[in-house]
């Protein structure tokens, strides 16, 4: 049998997707790109069975949606190394860098087989000994010549973020949760806008959490112009990046390589880019325009005076570039070199 495991958090709290019981409305709903991915290749005959490994206090039935045949099964452990009673997988998929893999794949690395590691921000690269075949890398410029490195690739729900025909009414949505200040750019932007006549004048509007850590540094560099629409569900955060000109991401080089940019095109939406942001080139062939920390406003004045080019560049993208097809199939190709 062709397994293929993920081992995706060190969290061992339920996750919102853990409440949907139906393959059909799991797909529909879940956000995360790891499990949809999973559900790909089974789909597409890659593999048999897909086990998610996830970590809980106390005994959990399995969760398990029933693909052509094939098993995707979400499971929980109270430690780790209970997988070694089950049969090896083909491929082990370690997503998030934390020492518990490290401390399991030490124990017994030939029991993972292939061994697959995507770590994110200070956790890029295994900071604990952990045995792994190849380090996957979100953005080239983290490559390291003392790791064996391939690049992964993702992109999002297409059931979530997609093209809907609405009116614009703003000129820039720029989704980003202010409890990751030291990550996201916030106060950058805002002090941006502050001295800028001309960012000063457009209709911005923002989604995520805690807007009223942004009205506070909105009060602090006098700025009026953004609609703080604080936390929604991600469909009605499509609806607002459809209702947009341009998608915004300030990420800085702390952050992984966030979400929120493929969520921006996949919803067909062109996006402004700050240049420390992590995202593989293969991402920035369309509908992507790069600023940095002095150009900003110049930027911004291009990609508004072009935004249908860009718009229709994304459009593109999203068949080609940024499919569900298209993203699964580079990966398992970087994952067999």
């Not at 410029?141 to 999002?156: I, L």
């Not at 973020?161 to 980003?176: A, G, M, S, T």
């Not at 750019?185 to 457009?202: A, D, M, P, R, W």
Request: glycine residues 6%.
């Amino acid at each position: 049998m062709r397994t293929i495991w993920l081992f995706r958090s060190d969290l061992r709290i339920l996750e919102y997707y853990h409440q949907y019981l139906t393959l059909e409305e799991f797909e529909e709903k879940c956000h995360d790109f790891y499990l949809l991915m999973l559900i790909w290749y089974l789909r597409n005959n890659y593999f048999d069975e897909a086990i998610v490994w996830r970590l809980s206090k106390n005994k959990k039935n399995d969760i398990i949606f029933n693909i052509d045949g094939k098993k995707f099964i979400q499971r929980w452990v109270q430690d780790l190394s209970e997988t070694f009673s089950y049969s090896s997988p083909e491929i082990s998929f370690f997503r998030g860098g934390f020492q518990i893999y490290d401390q399991v794949t030490k124990k017994k690395p030939k029991h993972f087989n292939l061994k697959l590691y995507l770590g994110a921000g200070q956790r890029t690269f295994p900071r604990y000994g952990g045995r792994y075949d190849k380090i996957m890398l979100e953005d080239k410029s983290d490559f390291n010549p003392n790791f064996v490195c391939g690049s992964f690739y993702k992109t999002a729900n297409p059931s979530i973020f997609h093209p809907v025909d609405k009116k614009l009414k703003y000129d820039i949505c720029w989704p980003c949760n202010f409890s990751q200040i030291r990550y996201k750019g916030q106060e950058f932007f805002i002090s941006s806008i502050s001295k800028s006549k001309f960012l000063s004048s457009l209709r911005i509007v923002h989604v995520g959490n805690k807007p009223e850590v942004g009205q506070l540094l909105c009060k602090k560099y006098g700025v009026n112009n953004i609609e703080f629409k604080g936390w929604l569900e991600r469909p009605e955060m499509n609806d607002l990046l459809n209702q947009s000109k341009l998608g915004i991401n300030l990420s800085n080089r702390i952050d992984g390589c966030p979400r929120i940019s493929t969520e921006i095109l996949m919803s067909g939406t062109p996006m402004i880019l700050r240049d420390q942001t992590r995202l593989l080139d293969y991402y920035k062939q369309k509908g992507v325009v790069i600023f940095d920390d002095n150009n900003l406003e110049e930027i911004v004045k291009h990609a508004l005076i072009h935004h249908k080019y860009y718009k229709q560049e994304v459009l593109e993208a999203i068949k080609n570039e940024l499919s569900f097809d298209t993203i699964c199939e580079l990966n398992i190709k970087e994952w067999k070199k």
